[in-house]
């Protein structure tokens, strides 16, 4: 059976939750030993075929608790990590939850974001973070890491450098807002709102504009597959900065928190 990444494989297995998934990665480990010992044996490469392949996705999503210190106006809500991003975008918006419309049709699962600290068009996943839930590769032993313990920087984490390889991400504890808190600042959103006649966006206005610029920019996932646009604008000092806007009037400037420049 191929696995889609040009290996093949005779067995595949999917885990519904943590304890499904480490009886799964016990046999997994069990059947890579012995197939290895067989190629060897017969001369084979052990690379030519897999006997088992672990898909580890979980999905779900609950309201955990709302915000007693907001008034109500902010929920907690918690995602399991094979949950498909945009869907998870999709139903927050439909539940009333707001915060996550211009991270709408990010490529990917729920899990992944916060590796990347996901963002676009003005908004970044990091102050959504909660909580970040995970299982050691090491020992299988449960994990739980504040968001603010995550490290997150600009398409960055600390999942990218201190725990790299070291953990499978489970769930994400996402805080959503009840209230509407629309950021239609970006300028091409700012552009595409109202070139559509929008002059006080709705969460949903901005979703929908999100989804049509991406759809203009690249194919729609679902029927040509492809892991979207990923790159990263220079981030400057200052004054750096500045004289480039002088050699480039046209040059878009975004002021960051610790006085550089995107």
Not at 239 to 252: D, E, G, I, S, T
């Amino acid at each position: 059976l191929p696995d889609g990444g040009g290996a093949r494989v005779r067995r595949r297995a999917q885990a519904a939750d943590r304890a499904q998934k480490l009886r799964i990665e016990a046999f997994h480990d069990q059947c890579a030993e012995n197939e290895s010992h067989r190629h060897e044996s017969e001369g084979r490469d052990p690379g030519d075929q897999q006997d088992c392949r672990v898909i580890k996705r979980q999905h779900g999503a609950e309201q955990r608790q709302h915000g007693a210190e907001d008034d109500g106006d902010s929920v907690l809500v918690r995602v399991a990590a094979g949950e498909n991003w945009h869907g998870l975008v999709q139903w927050s918006l439909e539940q009333g939850y707001f915060g996550l419309e211009n991270l709408a049709l990010i490529p990917g699962t729920v899990g992944a974001a916060p590796i990347q600290n996901i963002g676009a068009y003005g908004v970044e996943l990091a102050p959504f973070v909660h909580q970040v839930h995970c299982v050691t590769i090491a020992g299988g032993r449960s994990r739980t890491i504040a968001g603010s313990a995550c490290q997150f920087g600009y398409r960055d984490s600390i999942f990218k450098h201190g725990l790299q390889d070291q953990l499978v991400i489970t769930a994400v504890d996402l805080q959503l807002s009840r209230r509407p808190r629309v950021q239609a600042d970006y300028p091409a959103l700012a552009r595409a709102l109202e070139q559509g006649g929008c002059t006080e966006a709705t969460p949903r206005e901005v979703f929908d504009a999100v989804v049509d610029i991406r759809r203009s920019k690249l194919p729609d996932p679902a029927r040509v597959h492809n892991a979207g646009s990923f790159f990263k604008n220079p981030v400057l000092p200052v004054q750096r900065a500045q004289a480039l806007a002088r050699q480039f009037p046209a040059l878009p400037l975004y002021p960051q928190p610790d006085e550089t420049v995107k």
